[in-house]
């Protein structure tokens, strides 16, 4: 079985996003996510794709969970179900899970680890989440904290491994 990595930012509301967009960019929370999943199947929401400008991430299997039978799009592989998506990663080492709230919220149960960027930050007006985290559930790695100039927050990098 392949490894399950949930990647997500969130803030400290458990916000995700908002009106189909992310709630920060920021570039190096963004390179680092590029940077980890390269090479690595990536599975995902049909809203978390097409919130994407420029269609299915290069240099990754884009795959794209949906209900509707019909759904179909470059570059993508398209199932049904997370369990689907599961069994199409299942001879790979390591696969991720992208989001967005809908799907983090089936695949925190099946999830190995989960790579956090924590955002020292509260939005009240966002409108998808993540699940909570059960801390009796997961062991914390090393914090890695950041700044980000733009956008004038505190953020972190932490890795959480199932125990
Ligand atoms: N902060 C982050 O790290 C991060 C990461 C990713 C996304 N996001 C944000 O999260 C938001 C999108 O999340 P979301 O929760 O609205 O949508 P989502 O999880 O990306 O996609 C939801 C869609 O997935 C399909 N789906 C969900 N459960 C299914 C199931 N059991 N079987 C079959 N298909 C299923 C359905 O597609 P159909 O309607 O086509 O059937 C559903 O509408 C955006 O704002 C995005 O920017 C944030």
Redesign the pocket.
């Known amino acids: 079985m392949a490894q399950i990595s949930i990647i ?3 803030t400290r509301n458990n916000a ?8 920060f960019h920021i570039s190096d929370d963004l390179r680092r996510f590029k940077a980890i999943t390269m090479g690595c199947p990536i599975i ?5 794709f097409e ?1 994407f400008p420029k269609g299915p991430l290069p240099g990754r299997r884009n795959i794209v ?4 039978a019909d ?1 179909a799009a470059a570059g993508i592989e398209v199932v ?3 369990d689907e998506a599961l069994a199409l990663v299942a001879d790979c080492e390591k696969a991720f899970v ?6 983090y919220e ?1 695949a925190i149960a099946v999830a190995d680890t989960l790579n956090l960027t924590e955002i020292d930050a509260d939005i009240d007006d966002a409108d ?1 989440f993540f699940p909570a985290i059960n801390p009796d559930e997961w062991v914390r790695g090393d914090e890695e904290c950041h700044h980000d100039d733009k956008s004038g927050v505190d953020y972190r990098f932490v890795c959480l491994s199932r125990k």
Not at 44 to 48: A, V
Not at 65 to 68: D, E, F, G, H, Y
Not at 98 to 103: A, H, K, R, S
């Open positions: 997500v930012a969130v995700i996003g908002r009106k189909g967009d992310l709630l995902m929401g049909r809203k978390t919130s969970i949906t209900r509707q759904y049904g179900s997370l992208i989001g967005g709230g809908q799907i089936q998808t």
